[in-house]
């Protein structure tokens, strides 16, 4: 299952398109503007209510430092310690509330958003990349690199070994690409779409008035709140403060239910908040579960896609 897989089955209410699935299409309008000679191109949106994605191969033989954590484990930058998930789970599973039979979506996000608050890691370096590794069912994993600051440029590597140019955005223009090539001389307006997201608040309160500000779907809709969270924690980094903020207004949202016996796309199992698939998807729609470990409280993934991954890299194309 594909991300566009993914949208279809959060239903119908607001497409929640990614550089990828954005990539054919933007493609072929260059490739007529380019026929067609100079064109104004329009601005932009920012894609912070949008699930993330991105990033570029990599060469430079420079010293790396790199921080691997589990998935949607709190991801901290700059200092070289490399950890396995297994480890770094373990650690955080000292400190992390037992989860008992939580059947209470406000007591599981208090969990989760508690364990975010108590992550101590140091923020990372603007010149600095999130990677994410990914995957869906047992099937071949995804990786990304996302600039921290979103200026530089960033690669998906595809299942499939397609690599995708992820372009930054420097003093206002991005490079256009064209599948997976980037088309000489064309550029495009652009604002810098940082994979750390440091301009986010950091307690409840703020955090629900940013999420009615960008809110995607209709008003009053569980199933596009949803999708906000998503995109806010889907292979990006949020400091813990604001993790934690979000857990929080998450926990206000009604309609939410936890799933005891859940596990993400790669099976790895947990426990899950739920909400009701909205009227008018199609008979094939499936419930989204975003998944947390049972015993740290850390972000998984969904039941639709794992987060094997999260780490703080040096250059493009660096692994942990």
């Given amino acids: 299952m594909d991300e566009l897989q993914l949208v279809r089955e959060l239903g119908d209410e607001t497409p929640l398109p990614d550089q990828e699935s954005l990539a054919p299409a933007r493609a072929a309008f260059m490739a007529g503007i380019a026929e067609r000679g100079s064109v104004r191109l329009r601005k932009r949106r920012s894609r912070y209510a949008l699930v993330g994605t991105s990033a570029i191969g990599l060469a430079a033989a420079v010293a790396a430092t790199i921080v691997l954590m589990p998935a949607g484990q709190p991801v901290t930058g700059g200092n070289a310690v490399a950890t396995s998930p297994s ?35 140091t923020p990372p370096r603007p010149d600095q990349f999130v990677y994410a590794r990914s995957a869906v069912d047992d099937g071949p994993e995804r990786e990304i690199w996302q600039s921290v600051d979103g200026t530089r ?58 999420l009615d500000a960008n809110a995607s779907g209709k008003p009053g809709s569980v199933n596009a709140r949803g999708k906000d969270v998503l995109g ?82 040096d250059q493009v194309g660096q692994r942990p």
């Avoid at 420097?170 to 750390?196: F, H, N, S």
């Avoid at 980094?237 to 206000?252: F, H, M, N, T």
């Fill in 87 to 121: 480890s770094a789970q373990s650690s955080a599973t000292s400190s992390a509330p037992s989860s008992g039979e939580v059947t209470d979506p406000v007591r599981l996000l208090g969990h989760a958003a508690r364990a975010a608050r108590d992550d101590t890691s």
């Fill in 153 to 210: 440029d960033g690669l998906i590597h595809q299942p499939d070994g397609t690599k995708i140019p992820l372009p930054g955005c420097r003093d206002g223009q991005m490079a256009v690409d064209k599948g997976p090539e980037l088309v000489p001389g064309i550029t495009q307006p652009c604002e810098p779409r940082p994979a750390y997201r440091s301009d986010l608040p950091t307690d409840a309160d703020g955090m629900l008035a940013y």
């Fill in 232 to 313: 806010l924690i889907n292979e990006s980094l949020l400091p813990p403060l604001s993790r934690a903020a979000l857990y929080e207004a998450a926990a206000r949202v009604p309609g939410l239910s936890v799933v005891p016996d859940a596990r993400d796309a790669a099976g790895r199992p947990g426990v899950g908040i739920t909400w009701p698939v909205p009227p008018g998807s199609s008979a094939e729609a499936q419930a989204v579960v975003i998944v947390f470990d049972k015993d740290t409280y850390e972000l998984l993934g969904t039941n639709f896609h794992a987060i094997k991954a999260l780490a703080v890299v």
